[in-house]
């Protein structure tokens, strides 16, 4: 599995911006998903997770401003994000868990929210 991340960039605090993460090798259906982020010298935290029937996770910190979605006939996993803080700053990883303790990681994309 390939997972393959877009939409970085940066922004001004309050501003939006919206992550794509396509998937090749094997279709997503059924698999749950994850976006991660890991700002400078910090540890590798979940910011939002969808099950393959839909169900939703976020951490607190993003509640009400993040809304994690997929397109099982794109292949696709989205996270928009609005009403962005400079600590959202962070490299953003998707992931795909196929179970078993086997998963996948995509290579990540940089998002900067300047205030």
């Known amino acids: 599995v390939q997972l393959q991340a877009s939409g970085g960039g940066s922004v001004q605090a309050g501003g939006s911006l919206r992550l794509s993460c396509a998937a090749s090798?094997?279709?997503?259906?059924?698999?749950?998903m994850a976006w991660y982020r890991r700002a400078s010298g910090e540890q590798r935290e979940l910011v939002a997770s969808?099950?393959?029937?839909?169900?939703?996770n976020y951490r607190d910190s993003v509640k009400g401003r993040f809304t994690i979605s997929r397109d099982n006939a794109k292949n696709t996993v989205s996270l928009q994000m609005n009403s962005l803080k400079p600590e959202d700053t962070a490299v953003y990883y998707c992931?795909?868990?196929?179970?078993?303790?086997?998963?996948?990681w995509g290579q990540g994309t940089l998002v900067t929210v300047s205030s």
């Open positions: 992931k795909i868990h196929i179970g078993g303790g086997v998963e996948f």
């Open positions: 090798g094997r279709r997503i259906n059924g698999y749950v």
């Open positions: 969808i099950t393959g029937a839909g169900g939703t």
